[in-house]
């Protein structure tokens, strides 16, 4: 059965640092490039980085550029999101999701999602 799973979220203080993971399961992992989306209340989604299937391309969307790391291991069909400087607008419930090619910043590109995790920056 084919699965992302997502952990690592919770309560932090503004310029904490939070690790998210995407666990997947039950389909050829490495095929897949691997993103980040993330939704605030009341806001769309919107894409934070993704990582091509071999990890050597990367891409951030602007807002966190320069905070967040994106990582793969593909020996442990795991995608990893450092975030470090956090701020009360990165809080959202955050997504991964896989895609079968390049990466994307369209959410309606990728076919399999995670049920998300909740990120939450305040004082």
């Known amino acids: 059965q084919l699965q992302l799973v997502e952990s690592g979220g919770g309560l932090v203080q503004p310029g904490g640092s939070l690790r998210l993971s995407c666990a997947a399961s039950?389909?050829?992992?490495?095929?897949?490039?691997i993103g980040w989306f993330r939704q605030a209340p009341g806001k769309e989604r919107e894409g934070v980085s993704c990582?091509?299937?071999?990890?050597?391309?990367?891409d951030y969307a602007d807002s966190v550029k320069g905070r967040f790391t994106i990582s793969r291991d593909n020996a442990k069909n795991t995608v990893y999101l450092q975030m470090n400087s956090l701020k009360p607008e990165d809080t959202a419930i955050y997504y991964c999701?896989?895609?079968?090619?390049?990466?994307?910043?369209?959410?309606?590109?990728?076919?399999?999602w995670g049920q998300g995790t909740q990120v939450t920056v305040s004082s």
């Open positions: 999701a896989a895609r079968n090619h390049y990466c994307s910043s369209y959410s309606n590109e990728y076919n399999y």
């Open positions: 039950g389909f050829t992992f490495d095929y897949y490039a």
């Open positions: 990582i091509s299937m071999s990890g050597g391309i990367t």
